[in-house]
């Protein structure tokens, strides 16, 4: 069974950095896209970056020129470094992977979350 485990998530100030982290483990055979998606308070969960296999990458465009999705194979794991985080950012951050569990079986996992609180 996969996991993704997150990490790095927390409390900053307006202004400030925070980089996240998501590591995906057991029964793995391949990973395409990984992606980071967030739901704040009320709404509905969106998509914040996604990056492909091949290493290109989309952003939602309130958060493009701030943040930056990467990734390392070898690793298994994502990361989404955030720069000058607004109040708006504050949200729970959700890690998704597009997993080749063997070489036909395919499905969609999701991490458990961390929270960010940007504070004004």
């Known amino acids: 069974q996969v996991q993704l485990v997150e990490s790095g998530g927390g409390l900053v100030q307006a202004g400030g950095s925070l980089r996240l982290s998501c590591a995906a483990s057991?029964?793995?055979?391949?990973?395409?896209?990984m992606a980071w998606y967030r739901q704040a308070p009320g709404k509905q969960r969106e998509l914040v970056a996604i990056?492909?296999?091949?290493?290109?990458?989309n952003y939602a465009d309130s958060v493009r020129g701030r943040f930056t999705i990467s990734r390392d194979n070898a690793k298994n794991t994502v990361y989404l470094q955030m720069n000058s985080l607004k109040s708006e950012d504050t949200a729970v951050y959700y890690c998704?992977?597009?997993?080749?569990?063997?070489?036909?079986?395919?499905?969609?996992?999701w991490g458990q979350g961390t929270q960010v609180t940007v504070s004004s």
């Open positions: 998704n992977a597009d997993v080749w569990n063997t070489a036909t079986m395919r499905n969609w996992y």
């Open positions: 057991g029964g793995i055979f391949r990973i395409n896209a």
């Open positions: 990056i492909t296999g091949a290493g290109s990458t």
